[in-house]
């Protein structure tokens, strides 16, 4: 048994390495001397984002298509902010390739993760909340401490789902996780983002997207992270009902100012992203 989330974000860093591209990506896009040749140089040393970008940049999406030719041409279409959630989240995926679990499939988890991801951008644009943070990116990887858990003791987070399922008190997964490990999966992505060296605002939409005040500093890109789970839920389910999605702290309604048909007209704009969303990020 797993004796914390450290433990066990150290021993799925052993088995899902983060790429060189990805751990380095922030450094180079905060080095003000840095030009679009030496940021272009270091994403070129990855041959999947390499070529997303390319996808990215003459996709319908920037009206271009056929005029990137090069990384670099991709860096000046696409803008730093993009390159560096498309780094992160195809550097994610393809650390968990090649790790088996039987909880969840692949597809699923990402389907899921694309889904928060695009909710999150586009409701921190509503919300005027988060500019200049990775806001995809904070969706994208949210529950990327379940892939963590399944990995490391398949068992015990089979335990925790069946206890999700079949308590008639409300106890969600990440509550069920407690009960059964003493630790939850959003403290084992934290600890894994730490030792991923992702920034500080990135490990604590991760940690608190679930609890979004529980922390001792409340950051709104995890309350942004927070409502928007539950409104890829409902994309994704093509639901109006609030019920079935995720239940929203009331305070996270309040800091970030929007209305419920507003959270729904998200819900539908964000349906029509993913299915872009896979092709490019997955293809």
Same mark, same amino acid.
């Not at 968990?96 to 088996?100: A, D």
């Given at each position: 048994m797993p004796a914390s989330a450290d433990e066990i974000a150290r021993e799925v860093k052993q088995l899902a390495s983060f790429s060189e591209v990805a751990m380095r990506i922030d450094e180079v896009l905060a080095d003000e001397t840095a030009s679009a040749r030496d940021i272009a140089s270091l994403i070129e040393k990855d041959p999947a984002v390499s070529a997303a970008m390319l996808r990215v940049a003459n996709s319908s999406a920037y009206g271009l298509s056929g005029t990137a030719d090069s990384v670099e041409a991709a860096l000046k279409i696409i803008g730093a902010r993009e390159v560096r959630d498309l780094v992160y989240g195809i550097a994610a995926k393809d650390a968990?390739?090649?790790?088996?679990n039987? !909880?969840?499939s692949l597809e699923d988890f990402w389907t899921h993760s694309l889904y928060c991801g695009a909710a999150t951008q586009n409701l921190a644009k509503a919300a005027k909340l988060c500019r200049g943070?990775?806001?995809f990116t904070a969706g994208l990887l949210h529950d990327v401490?379940?892939?963590a858990m399944f990995n490391v003791d398949p068992a015990m987070s089979r335990e925790a789902l069946r206890l999700s399922l079949e308590t008639t008190d409300g106890k969600s997964t990440w509550q069920a996780?407690?009960?059964?490990?003493g630790f939850d999966h959003t403290q084992v992505g934290a600890a894994?983002?730490?030792l991923w060296n992702f920034p500080a605002t990135l490990c604590a939409a991760i940690e608190f997207h679930h609890a979004p005040f529980a922390g001792p500093e409340v950051h709104d890109i995890a309350v942004v992270v927070h409502v928007a789970n539950?409104?890829?839920? !409902?994309a994704e389910l093509e639901s109006k009902d609030f019920e079935d999605a995720p239940p929203i702290e009331a305070a996270a309604l309040s800091t970030l100012g929007v209305s419920s048909d507003t959270l729904l007209q998200i819900a539908e704009t964000t349906s029509t992203e993913v299915a872009d969303l896979m092709r490019l990020f997955f293809n």
């Open positions: 968990f390739k090649g790790v088996e039987d !909880l969840i943070e990775s806001t401490g379940h892939l996780e407690r009960t059964v490990f894994l983002a730490r539950s409104v890829a839920v !409902l």
